[in-house]
């Protein structure tokens, strides 16, 4: 998932991550965001992951915007390489959308269209690589996914990085029923994505954690059955939900904080899930990942031995640790 408009993304550094170097850090950010967010946290990243492209038909994607161009010029002007998001989101329904992405992965004439079209414009434009983040998929996907990636990966100008992003689930039953050929993917990408996020949301009536530490080390621990430790990002949320009597938000740190200090409410750091949650008058319940989240699941990829963290988004939270 994606805040907003619903997410994840790539890195180029490959190979296992070690507890005296430094972890890497892709930080994911909206074409329509401030591309100034990336020279604020330029220090703190190693690569930018650029949302970015979507399939738009049986084997067609879009080509990238000024907009998109714009974030990885800058990405590039401050040394950092910048990873081009391919994804299924649909306006139209305003999520990602399985029938729309089988459009493509149904027939292998198609995938391999959408591959060679996208890699093309990755060539073209000077992108450093690709971020696959087709998300809501079914079983019916699977075989078209990794036939997806393998294409891409044959596609792609050579040193270029190749990754993709994955909904977590806490056993390897779950992610089968995603659609994800594990041991397929993992052969084609540099380094997969976990989107160790959502794990509640505006999708539910009951508030909760957005991406509980336990939850994240059970979906890691999965993974790694068919995935080495190495190619693993752990996927960091950097915004907020709240639960309303009248409707469930999604929210940027800031507005989660500000709406807390209007209704006076004292926000509570919950250590267990590695988040903030503050209880408003009014029955509303609010929970948020922040900087000092981030900083926690770097200590918990550390613990864990993976590649890096993955942190959605710029845009929406506080500047990366």
């Not at 999604?250 to 209007?262: G, I």
């Not at 509303?284 to 900087?291: E, L, P, Q, R």
């Amino acid at each position: 998932m994606r805040f907003a408009v619903a997410a994840l993304v790539t890195l180029v550094l490959a190979g296992g991550s070690h507890s005296s170097a430094r972890l890497a850090v892709l930080g994911f950010q909206s074409d329509y965001s401030p591309a100034a967010l990336i020279g604020e946290n330029a220090k703190a990243m190693t690569v930018v992951g650029v949302d970015g492209v979507g399939l738009t038909g049986p084997g067609a994607v879009s080509a990238p915007t000024a907009a998109d161009r714009h974030q990885l010029a800058v990405a590039h002007a401050h040394g950092l390489k910048a990873v081009l998001l391919v994804a299924n989101w649909s306006n139209t329904i305003n999520d990602f959308s399985e029938p729309l992405a089988y459009k493509t992965l149904g027939s292998s004439e198609k995938t391999d269209a959408a591959a060679a079209a996208l890699a093309t414009d990755v060539a073209k434009g000077g992108w450093d690589g690709v971020s696959v983040d087709l998300e809501a998929l079914a079983p019916r996907d699977t075989a078209g996914l990794a036939r997806f990636v393998s294409d891409l990966r044959a596609d792609l100008p050579g040193g270029d990085s190749l990754t993709i992003c994955l909904t977590a689930a806490t056993t390897l039953g779950g992610y089968a029923a995603m659609g994800y050929d594990l041991p397929a993917l993992a052969t084609s990408v540099d380094q997969i994505v976990l989107m160790t996020y959502d794990d509640h949301g505006p999708w539910e009536k009951t508030p909760g954690p957005i991406g509980p530490l336990p939850w994240q080390r059970a979906s890691v621990t999965a993974l790694e059955h068919d995935v080495p430790a190495g190619k693993i990002f752990l996927g960091v949320a950097n915004y907020a939900y709240a639960w309303r009597p009248h409707s469930v938000a999604s929210l940027t740190v800031a507005q989660a904080r500000s709406l807390v200090a209007h209704w006076h409410a004292s926000p509570r750091w919950i250590a267990s899930a590695g988040e903030w949650r503050a209880k408003l008058d009014d029955g509303s319940t609010v929970w948020w990942s922040d900087k000092r989240s981030m900083s926690v699941r770097l200590g918990l990829a550390r613990t864990l031995g993976v590649h890096g963290i993955a942190v959605w988004s710029l845009g929406t939270g506080d500047l990366l640790p």
